[in-house]
């Protein structure tokens, strides 16, 4: 515990936490179940039949995940900033104890027990992937834009390192570009950045080799399409009207899993049925009460970062057993159950044992250098235990 006073003014202190939307923790968990999906199809890829080209859109999750933690984030900075006496601080207080206690746990985990993600990392690293390099990249969490280590230790880590750059961002936007610019910029800038960057990157700079094409996709100019729609979601700030409106979208995400599209095409036009379903869910649209509060989808949305980070580990060891080995749909329905079932148990022990004293330890230290919440006319300094928020409240 962070004992102490500081030798700053003392400034008084008051409890108080945003809301949180239980629905939304329903889209996080609609988000991991599909990336779960669809890892156990490509951990052994096989051809399978005609649904399972819905499997392949399940990496698609990855962005929901994005346009949900940008709805949300906004929402929160909008109730706290004005009452944070250090609002970016306490942020980015909240954001590292929020990710790194886990992420730097699945470090030491992958490291002492596997040997990488060699498949997305050049040749001449391969069987030195835990390099000093390496490692010091991952615990600063700039390997999102290095092409060497981008996704090279965990196997799924390159979205943290995007969800860290917009974390990183984020006070500068919401201060000085969220009140100036519309909801429609936000969207052209982030159209803009998927579509130029890996264009940038490849013909106005140099020829980069076949293992650094996933970091022109991955890096976050290419995702921040994703990150723009959820702060335009704000500006808009606009209810829906239309009966319907769930099944538009259900028709839009059923033509768009039909087809087979390249990853930077995939990740244009999934923005919009993705962008139409956190809408509806943020406005609680009856027509998607079904699914959006639904408990058990909500129960694992709150753990879907525990499930993200452990789930490929958990993936890899079941899918090396020989029942689960097969290249066939057999051997993924197998697979998929086994470590989805193991990777709910360990999520729920790291939610409980990792995340959760992660996020209490980030409020302590909010509370001991005195960046968080103030309140007229208090005049002590509260203890630990009144600092702490809502319990899940990052």
């Known amino acids: 515990m962070i004992g102490g006073t500081s030798g700053r003014q003392q400034n008084s202190w008051a409890v108080s936490s945003p809301p949180r939307y239980a629905r939304l923790d329903a889209l996080r968990g609609i988000a991991i179940l599909s990336v779960m999906i669809f890892h156990a199809a490509i951990i052994r890829p096989f051809h399978g039949p005609w649904w399972m080209r819905f499997v392949g859109q399940g990496d698609q999750g990855v962005g929901l995940f994005y346009m949900v933690s940008a709805l949300t984030l906004v929402l929160s900075w909008q109730y706290r900033h004005h009452k944070d006496a250090e609002p970016a601080k306490a942020f980015w207080t909240r954001r590292f ?44 969490f700039v390997f ?9 230790w965990i196997g799924v ?18 201060r000085r570009v969220f009140p100036k610019i519309s909801a429609w910029t936000f969207l052209v800038w982030g159209l803009l950045g998927a579509e130029l960057w890996p264009i940038i990157l490849q013909h106005l700079w140099f020829t980069w080799p076949q293992w650094a094409h996933s970091f022109l996709l991955w890096s976050f100019p290419s995702q921040a399409i994703w990150f ?37 095409m995939a990740n244009l036009l999934w923005v919009i049925p993705n962008y139409l379903l956190v809408w509806l869910t943020w406005k609680d649209y009856s027509g998607l009460s079904w699914l959006v509060h639904n408990k058990v989808l909500q129960y694992i949305g709150t753990r879907s970062y525990s499930l993200y980070l452990t789930h490929w580990f958990i993936l890899g060891k079941v899918s090396d057993w020989s029942w689960a080995n097969m290249h066939t749909l057999q051997g993924f ?7 989805g079932a193991l990777s709910m148990a360990v999520s729920e022990l790291s939610f409980r044992y990792v995340e959760k004293p992660g996020i209490y330890w980030g409020k302590q230290l909010i509370a001991h250098w005195q960046w ?4 007229t006319g208090q005049t002590s300094r509260p203890s630990a235990k009144q600092v702490v928020y809502n319990k899940e409240q990052a």
């Open 97 to 140: 104890f929020r990710i790194a206690p886990l992420f730097y746990l699945m470090l030491l985990v992958t490291g002492l027990l596997t040997t990488g993600n060699p498949t997305v990392v050049p040749t001449a690293m391969q069987g030195h992937i835990f390099s000093w390099a390496n490692l010091l990249a991952h615990v600063t």
């Open 144 to 152: 999102g834009w290095l092409p060497w280590f981008q996704n090279s």
């Open 157 to 174: 880590e390159w979205s943290i390192g995007v969800e860290m750059t917009f974390y990183a961002l984020f006070p500068f936007i919401m």
């Open 228 to 264: 723009s729609a959820g702060l335009a979601m704000v500006k808009f700030d606009h209810a829906p009207s239309l009966r319907g409106w769930s099944i538009l979208w259900l028709m839009w995400a059923l033509f768009l899993g039909w087809h087979e599209w390249s990853f930077q």
């Open 333 to 339: 329905v197998l697979r998929l159950f086994v470590a």
């Open 372 to 375: 968080g919440y103030k309140k």
